[in-house]
């Protein structure tokens, strides 16, 4: 068995490649460093560096013990992060943000019903931008993320909307008359991009880059922002599947959102990064799948009362 700092020691300088650096990470010498190591290399009974005057490497033995002992540690930290969450009960700050104002109003149910669960933990909400969705996860900026699934490298919650499929066009385009259109049209026109730091796994699910058949769809220009997109498409530079919930909250004359009919429908609920799975945002994540449970939101416009289900949270890499 491992000591403590025998793990600390040989994680910390797995990542860092570097004796000072590693003693200034843990607050230690660099010969108090050294002597760690290879004490634990005497124990293993093999070298799990090479260490050169200018370099410090992992040797095969060091690299396969890395990677068995990063995994372990980090669910013996999580686990003491969820007693420790579990003991102090539900309290602090939640950070919680919309993608869309169409997904606005399940989010703020899930608030209400969290608040009324949670008086001591106060909840703020905010908005963000396709231009800042992931960065505000990856830097605590928020906690949880009502978005569109899929939702590359973070954890996902229960599904809390679906819509079905449109595709926008230019208000004179011969597909704005269509009473619906197949997927296989974007093989014929340039499709308006996402910006680039927008989820991959999102863009393909979106914007793919081939027909159902199997034929390639032309790419057109990028926007920075959702209505940037749609002001390309108004402007004829291309065409963009979206949500049918643009004929509520985005109508403009200059537009046409004609039904995909064989798309699968578009599916949104929470996403939060699976590092950032405390106490908070599990209640939280239980909160929204009962609002959505009690009421069958689509977003159509209408709300259909739906049969009470029980939600069980499931682990963090996704429900």
Same mark, same amino acid.
């Given at each position: 068995?491992?000591?403590?700092?025998?793990?600390?020691?040989?994680?910390?300088?797995?990542?860092?490649?570097?004796?000072?650096?590693?003693?200034?990470?843990?607050?230690?010498s660099?010969?108090?460093?050294?002597?760690?190591?290879?004490?634990?290399?005497r124990?293993?009974?093999?070298?799990?560096?090479?260490?050169?005057?200018?370099?410090?490497?992992?040797?095969?033995?060091?690299?396969?013990?890395?990677?068995?002992?990063?995994?372990v540690?980090?669910?013996?930290?999580?686990?003491?992060?969820?007693?420790?969450?579990?003991?102090?009960?539900?309290?602090?700050?939640?950070?919680?943000?919309?993608?869309?104002?169409?997904?606005?109003?399940?989010?703020?149910?899930?608030?209400a019903?969290f608040?009324? %669960?949670? @008086? =001591?933990?106060?909840?703020?909400? !905010?908005? *963000?931008?396709?231009?800042? /969705?992931? $960065?505000?996860?990856?830097?605590?900026?928020?906690?949880?993320?009502?978005?569109?699934?899929?939702?590359?490298?973070m954890?996902?919650?229960?599904?809390?909307?679906?819509e079905?499929?449109?595709l926008?066009?230019?208000?004179?385009?011969?597909?704005?008359?269509?009473e619906?259109?197949?997927?296989?049209?974007?093989?014929?026109?340039?499709?308006?991009?996402y910006?680039?730091?927008?989820?991959?796994?999102?863009?393909?699910? %979106?914007? @793919? =880059?081939?027909?159902?058949?199997? !034929?390639? *769809?032309?790419?057109?220009? /990028?926007? $920075?922002?959702?209505?940037?997109?749609?002001?390309?498409?108004?402007?004829?530079?291309?065409?963009?599947?979206?949500?049918?919930?643009?004929?509520?909250y985005?109508?403009?004359?200059?537009?046409?959102?004609?039904?995909?009919?064989?798309?699968?429908?578009?599916?949104?609920?929470?996403?939060?990064?699976p590092?950032?799975?405390?106490?908070?945002?599990?209640?939280?994540?239980?909160?929204?799948?009962?609002?959505?449970?009690?009421v069958?939101?689509?977003?159509?416009?209408?709300? !259909?009362?739906?049969p009470?289900?029980?939600?069980?949270?499931?682990?963090?890499?996704?429900?």
């Open positions: 068995m491992l000591e403590r700092l025998e793990t600390e020691v040989f994680l910390a300088l797995a990542g860092e490649l570097h004796f000072g650096r590693t003693a200034e990470r843990l607050g230690l660099t010969g108090r460093v050294s002597q760690v190591v290879q004490r634990l290399e124990r293993i009974g093999a070298p799990l560096f090479e260490r050169t005057s200018r370099s410090v490497r992992l040797t095969p033995v060091g690299r396969q013990l890395a990677g068995d002992l990063a995994p540690v980090a669910a013996m930290e999580e686990a003491v992060r969820r007693a420790v969450d579990a003991g102090r009960g539900v309290t602090g700050e939640l950070r919680v943000a919309f993608l869309g104002e169409w997904t606005a109003p399940v989010l703020l149910r899930a608030v019903l608040g009324e %669960r949670h @008086p =001591d933990c106060r909840v703020d909400v !905010r908005e *963000v931008q396709l231009s800042n /969705s992931r $960065s505000s996860l990856e830097d605590g900026s928020i906690d949880v993320l009502v978005a569109s699934h899929p939702f590359d490298g954890a996902l919650g229960p599904v809390l909307l679906t079905q499929r449109a926008a066009v230019p208000a004179g385009h011969p597909l704005a008359a269509e619906s259109v197949s997927l296989e049209v974007l093989g014929d026109h340039p499709v308006v991009q910006p680039s730091m927008t989820s991959i796994g999102f863009k393909r699910d %979106r914007t @793919p =880059d081939r027909t159902p058949s199997g !034929r390639p *769809v032309p790419k057109g220009p /990028s926007g $920075s922002t959702f209505s940037e997109m749609l002001s390309l498409v108004a402007m004829g530079r291309g065409v963009l599947p979206v949500g049918q919930h643009c004929r509520h985005y109508p403009r004359p200059d537009l046409a959102y004609v039904p995909i009919h064989d798309a699968p429908p578009i599916r949104r609920g929470p996403v939060w990064l590092a950032n799975t405390t106490e908070r945002v599990r209640e939280f994540i239980r909160a929204a799948a009962e609002v959505a449970a009690a069958d939101v689509r977003l159509d416009g209408e709300e !259909r009362a739906a009470e289900a029980p939600y069980t949270p499931r682990p963090a890499t996704g429900f």
